[in-house]
């Protein structure tokens, strides 16, 4: 069976039903999704990460524990509970989408070295300006990895979406599969693939763009690069002047 | 709640069925991944091929990946094979990565103690690289089952078996108490399962436990 040859087939691209739509659909669900799910979770990690209580490690074990919640059964819960149309699939694609960026502001903003903060505090910063120039600027590469994992997240289920009604490239599988046409299913999957990971691209560009040169090389873990040696490395003649 | 009582036999089918689709595939991850970490950890182009093909099919939705396996496969478009190679290939591409991390964790102490004792390299990653690994291993097998677990239902939209079935059937025929049964039963499991895993980890590493107690012995 030719199985590129539906993909190929510039008849099925145009149209209200065609590639160009369904592709016009899904990105749009995707889009709104992660701009709600961003004004969202990016204020409220920050806030919970930089008011460095205690209390804010249930966000981090609440994202991880979601890993387990099956996306299939949230999705038909809800529209059985909402009814079909687009508001029970953006709750489940938001219930998705909100924890991974939440959880990686807040790591974020902890993680942020100690040093730095006080730093900033110590030049007369105050909460705001550290919180806006200090600790999001080097928690960007965790912030940015939550939301890599979040746009995954919500294209994925976004395409089994479309089991409940809704459109998105999801349809060419589900139509695909009630039609018997395997080849506009398996078009339809490599479509899926081929966005997830031109996203996904997109964002690993955007990182390099976004996150200061001076995190790239070492984003976390021990080995910073220090400005003052630690009094180990001193030299002798160091301490005698 | 009736409907769950009712249909006790069929959930329990469904279940056995969702285990075997979804276990199968951490195990043979698990065989898999552990030559090619130690490939990775070896070599620096091992390193780099293994971290961007990984992060590439780990990209890649579920749902995608179930239905065009078959174009690559060649297998029928409904095989339980396709999940079954499907779920394994995440299974790889999560763990190659943690156990590459883990075995180039491995203190060079040990690594060069357990040389001079005259432990072959073939015996040494057996025998010492590869136990001093398990607690990051099993942190990766934890994330890979439970991902695993949820994973299968998404194939009973186009037709896979497991208790992904009762979330499709529960919302063709519109009962609710089959759906947020299949949910629990999910939950429970990827539980049970995550439990075993921890308490697994912790028979096969005696040592970290031990070391603790000396560590709490010193203090007092």
């Known amino acids: ?241 | 709640m009736t409907w769950v009582l009712g249909n006790l036999p069929l959930i329990g089918d469904l279940l056995v069925q969702h285990i075997v689709f979804s276990l199968v595939p951490v195990v043979i991850g698990l065989v898999l991944a552990i030559p090619l970490g130690w490939l990775a950890d070896r070599t620096r182009a091992g390193r780099t091929i293994v971290i961007n093909l990984s992060g590439l099919l780990y990209t890649i939705p579920s749902l995608a990946l179930f239905v065009f396996l078959p174009a690559i496969l060649g297998t029928s478009i409904l095989d339980p094979i396709n999940v079954i190679v499907a779920l394994s290939v995440y299974t790889v591409a999560l763990l190659v990565r943690t156990i590459a991390d883990a075995l180039s964790a491995v203190p060079d102490l040990v690594v060069n103690s357990a040389t001079a004792m005259g432990f072959t390299p073939a015996r040494r990653f057996v025998g010492v690289d590869l136990p001093l690994a398990i607690p990051v291993i099993v942190a990766g097998l934890r994330v890979a089952a439970v991902s695993s677990i949820s994973l299968v239902t998404v194939g009973s939209t186009v037709g896979f078996g497991g208790l992904g079935r009762m979330f499709t059937d529960g919302f063709q025929r519109v009962i609710t108490a089959e759906i947020i049964a299949g949910i629990v039963l999910v939950l429970v499991l990827a539980l049970v399962v995550d439990t075993l895993l921890v308490q697994g980890g912790k028979a096969l590493t005696p040592w970290e436990r031990a070391g603790e107690t000396v560590r709490r012995g010193v203090e007092a």
């Open chain 1, 1 to 241: 069976m030719n199985y590129l040859g539906w993909l190929v087939d510039g008849a099925n691209w145009g149209g209200p039903q065609g590639i160009t739509q369904r592709l016009i659909e899904h990105l749009g669900y995707t889009a709104l999704t992660m701009v709600i799910a961003l004004v969202v979770a990016v204020p409220l990690g920050a806030w919970i990460g930089h008011r460095s209580t205690s209390t804010g490690g249930f966000v981090v074990s609440g994202a991880n524990g979601l890993r387990a919640l099956p996306t299939l059964g949230l999705l038909v819960l809800l529209v059985t509970w909402i009814g079909l149309g687009f508001t029970g699939p953006l709750i489940a694609l938001l219930v998705l989408g909100i924890p991974p960026i939440l959880a990686g502001t807040y790591a974020g903003i902890r993680n942020v070295d100690r040093a730095i903060v006080d730093a900033a505090t110590g030049m007369g910063m105050r909460g705001k300006d550290v919180l806006l120039k200090v600790e999001l600027p080097n928690a960007l590469p965790l912030i940015i990895g939550g939301i890599r994992s979040s746009l995954l997240q919500v294209v994925s289920t976004a395409t089994i979406a479309a089991y409940v009604g809704l459109g998105g490239l999801g349809r060419f599988i589900f139509d695909g599969l009630a039609q018997r046409d395997f080849p506009q299913m398996i078009g339809g999957s490599i479509l899926v693939a081929v966005l997830a990971v031109a996203l996904d691209l997109v964002f690993g560009g955007l990182q390099k763009l976004l996150v200061s040169p001076g995190l790239q090389a070492a984003p976390r873990g021990p080995r910073r690069l220090r400005a003052v040696p630690s009094p180990k490395q001193q030299t002798p003649a160091a301490e005698a002047a």
